[in-house]
Every structure is written in C-alpha cells, then in structure tokens.
C-alpha cells in the first residue's frame, strides 16, 4: 500500500511540478492547494509505514490510509480541475483519529 502510494505521490509531484506551478492561469490557491496535498501525501506515507509500531496496526494503518486519500485527493482534485465538490474536512478528521490511535 504505502509503495503504490508512494509512487503515486511521485507521479502527482511531477505534475504539479510541470503543469500547476508553470500554469500561469491557475491561481495561486490552487497552486498551494497542490503543493500542500503533495506534502501530506509524502508525509502519510511516512507515517503509513510507521504504524507497525502502534499496538493497533491495522486500525491505525487504515485510518492514517484513508486520512491522506480523504485529504489530499480532494486537495488534488482543486488543484487541477478546480473542483470543490468534496472538502478535505472528512479526511483530516480521520487523520486526527489516526494519530491518536497511538495511544490506544
């Protein structure tokens, strides 16, 4: 999982690196929408391989899991699409729940 994810978020950097950032038509929201969902997804993964160490891998793998699709895929699709149908709330919520799982 963390390996697809990863190199995921290699694919998505090269293209906010090629084709958000040099787009001088997108906004600059929309361009810190990319570089910070590129950021947590990096992050995530991370954090995603460290979760054997909780005393709930599982739990806390998934939820940490869903927590960057839920955050960064929505931040993703505002960046290059400007798309605001989905917030990344759902996502950074269970993030939080992930993180405390650790103490469980």
């Known amino acids: 999982l963390a390996g697809l994810s990863g ?4 694919a998505l950097a090269a293209y906010g ?4 950032s040099d787009n001088q ?3 600059a929201e929309r361009k810190r929408a ?3 969902a590129n950021k947590h997804h990096f992050n995530s993964i991370g954090i995603v ?3 054997v160490a909780s005393r709930h891998p ?3 793998s998934t939820l940490f899991a869903l ?3 839920l955050f960064c895929g929505p931040s993703f699709a505002y960046a290059i699409e ?3 149908t989905f917030r990344a709330i759902t996502g950074g919520i269970l993030s939080m729940f992930a993180w405390l799982s650790f103490i469980l």
């Not at 190199?7 to 290699?10: G, Q, R, S």
Request: aromatic fraction near 4%.
């Open 82 to 84: 400007a798309n605001k």
């Open 17 to 20: 690196a090629h084709f958000v």
């Open 49 to 51: 391989l460290a979760s």
């Open 34 to 36: 990319m570089e910070h």
């Open 58 to 60: 599982k739990v806390t």
């Open 7 to 10: 190199a995921m978020a290699m």
């Open 25 to 27: 038509n997108l906004s």
């Open 67 to 69: 927590g960057a699709l």
